[in-house]
């Protein structure tokens, strides 16, 4: 039996995830796991927005400090269970995605660049700011879920890091296989007809603003998502989460591992998330090895790692 | 009155840095089309570089000649080490290759020099000017008249000088200029080396006001960034205009409204500006090519 490329990079997903805890020395490992469980999937949001429809986006940071902070403030003011605050944050983001995406996505290239830079600028600002409501700079706690309290009454005890390795990782795959799905869907085709020519796209009949728009929703939802998860294992949530500096590097991580892939995207936001925790051992060199990292791969790779890497194996296969 | 003159100061200043900065990005966009986030970093790299010459027993004016040259010589390998090897690439490709540029000299900064903040001496003296009721720092003169004479200085270049016009063919159009016989990989190094010695002394000029250390390369860049898209991109005017304005209203926010929004209220008035002007101020309008 021959896999679709959908299958198998679902399959490479779950083994990968399953099998890495038999590796893990200590609980730390569970915690750097979620991490990149946490980021992946924000950078799977990217993947559909950049990757599929062409759209750079360097404020989705904003996104995740909605996500987050939504998880923070609605059961504190509104008794909202921290767990369907999750979703509610969801709809916030998206209802925000889709208000400020109209006028924005109007705009190409660099003009959407900086447009979307303020839009996330904006967000982290009123969330250092407005210390009344979001604690100001140093950040706002957050409830814990109670899931694995509930999953200890049915039997199945966990540390606390392992339990979030498990959830975001499930969260992951189950966004992983969204994503994958709407790539072949007619949505998806119409996302990447308009990545390859706005203007052929249209002479199809591509509804091009709302097709763009869905783009931005549904990966500023994934971004939400990510928020609000990063939010409740931490059991705090700081306005840098929405920062200017936290947008470029899902940018980075999507276009590294191969924006144009699911699992390229999981793969860079993976070597991304991992790079500074291998590299406190270098402390000073962190920047420099990070800006090389960048460039380099940027340069010398242009389809990112993966999409790259299989490239070169089916040069060797033929 | 007095209130508002102070802040028109202070607008004025800071503005034309971040004139200085846009000036900077329309010279290398122009030139390659390439946005290049590591242009905040060169007025870190003019101040960081001055403040160490001065540390090692150098006079101020001798520093700030060695800062500028060995910025417009990173300036130079930027091109020649990242961009020029990426030519062609996707817009967003080159974001993040200029952003990595950032990181990376960012971080080599902060090694080679250090983690501190610093202010290197006024130009000439401290003592306050009072006009009208406003008080005028004698460098505010300084970064004021620095930006008006680079800003001549480069528009005389422009169409004076044959280098210039062969710069300005480079930007219209790149094949076009190259069939004319204009070396347009010497106006692509050209434009690096200027842009980046705009930026540092743009950084030389503002230290002794604005204190410097290795990590105000980003912020900078941004509002630069911003400035540039205000008036339009590539268009030197434009970075004038978007400067100033950007200056003008951040002081004028900070003064009447909240010095925590300053920032913030420069962003909220590019997102009106390119909602309302897609292509910003001083913009050409958009044709594209099918």
Not at chain 1, 74 to 94: D, E, N, Q, T
Not at chain 2, 104 to 111: A, D, P
Not at chain 2, 217 to 232: C, D, Q
């Amino acid at each position: 039996m021959r896999l679709s490329p959908k299958q198998s990079t679902l399959l490479v997903l779950a083994v990968l995830m399953i099998a890495s805890p038999f590796f893990f020395p200590s609980n730390y490992y569970y915690r750097v796991g979620s991490l990149v469980f946490v980021n992946a999937i924000a950078v799977v949001g990217i993947v559909i927005l950049t990757g599929y429809a062409g759209q750079i986006s360097l404020g989705h940071a904003g996104f995740l400090g909605i996500g987050g902070y939504a998880c923070a403030l609605l059961p504190a003011h509104f008794g909202l269970p921290p767990a369907l605050a999750v979703v509610a944050g969801a709809a916030i983001s998206g209802a925000i995605a889709y208000v400020v995406g109209r006028p924005i996505l109007k705009l190409k290239g660099y003009y959407l660049a900086v447009a979307t830079l303020g839009f996330g600028v904006l967000v982290s600002m009123v969330l250092a700011n407005e210390g009344w409501l979001t604690g100001g700079p140093d950040g706002i706690k957050v409830p814990d879920p109670g899931i694995r309290a509930l999953l200890e009454q049915v039997g199945i005890e966990l540390t606390n890091p392992q339990f979030w390795y498990a959830f975001c990782g499930l969260v992951l795959f189950i966004g992983a296989w969204l994503a994958l799905n709407l790539r072949e869907s007619p949505t998806g085709r119409a996302l990447r007809a308009l990545h390859g020519s706005e203007v052929a796209a249209r002479t199809a009949g591509i509804d091009i603003a709302k097709a763009k728009l869905n783009a931005f929703v549904i990966s500023a939802v994934y971004a939400s998502v990510a928020g609000s998860l990063l939010a409740l294992q931490n059991r705090l949530i700081t306005p840098d989460v929405a920062g200017f500096m936290h947008s470029i590097e899902l940018v980075t991580m999507a276009v590294l591992g191969g924006a144009g892939s699911v699992l390229g995207g999981i793969f860079g936001a993976a070597l991304l998330t991992l790079l500074p925790q291998v590299l406190t051992v270098l402390q000073d060199y962190e920047h420099v090895v990070l800006g090389l990292v960048m460039m380099g791969v940027m340069i010398f790779l242009p389809a990112g790692l993966i999409p790259s890497a299989r490239r070169l194996l089916r040069g060797r296969g033929e | 009155m007095s209130d508002l003159l102070q802040f028109l100061v202070s607008g004025v200043t800071v503005g034309a840095v971040y004139a200085l900065v846009a000036l900077g990005f329309t010279i290398i966009y122009n030139a390659s089309d390439v946005v290049n986030f590591a242009q905040g970093e060169f007025v870190m790299l003019g101040g960081m570089i001055s403040v160490a010459g001065v540390a090692a027993g150098l006079p101020l004016p001798l520093a700030a000649l060695i800062a500028i040259a060995l910025t417009a010589a990173i300036g130079v390998a930027l091109n020649t080490f990242a961009i020029e090897p990426a030519r062609g690439a996707p817009v967003v490709s080159l974001i993040i290759i200029t952003i990595g540029a950032s990181i990376f000299i960012r971080g080599v900064t902060q090694i080679v020099l250090d983690k501190g903040t610093h202010r290197l001496p006024s130009f000439s003296g401290d003592d306050p000017i009072h006009v009208l009721g406003a008080t005028v720092l004698p460098q505010s003169l300084w970064v004021v008249a620095g930006a008006v004479a680079i800003f001549v200085a480069l528009w005389l270049f422009f169409t004076r000088t044959l280098t210039g016009r062969a710069v300005l063919a480079t930007s219209n159009n790149r094949l076009a200029a190259q069939l004319v016989g204009i070396n347009t990989r010497f106006v692509m190094t050209l434009s690096f080396a200027l842009s980046a010695a705009i930026g540092a002394l743009a950084g030389v000029l503002i230290t002794p006001i604005l204190p410097t250390s290795f990590e105000i390369g980003i912020s900078l860049a941004l509002k630069g960034f911003a400035a540039a898209m205000l008036g339009g991109m590539g268009n030197p005017k434009g970075a004038l205009a978007g400067g100033l304005l950007l200056g003008l209203m951040e002081a004028l926010t900070a003064g009447y409204i909240s010095s925590h929004y300053k920032d913030a209220v420069a962003f909220f008035v590019i997102l009106a500006v390119l909602f309302a002007f897609p292509r910003g101020l001083y913009g050409s309008n958009p044709v594209e090519r099918v």
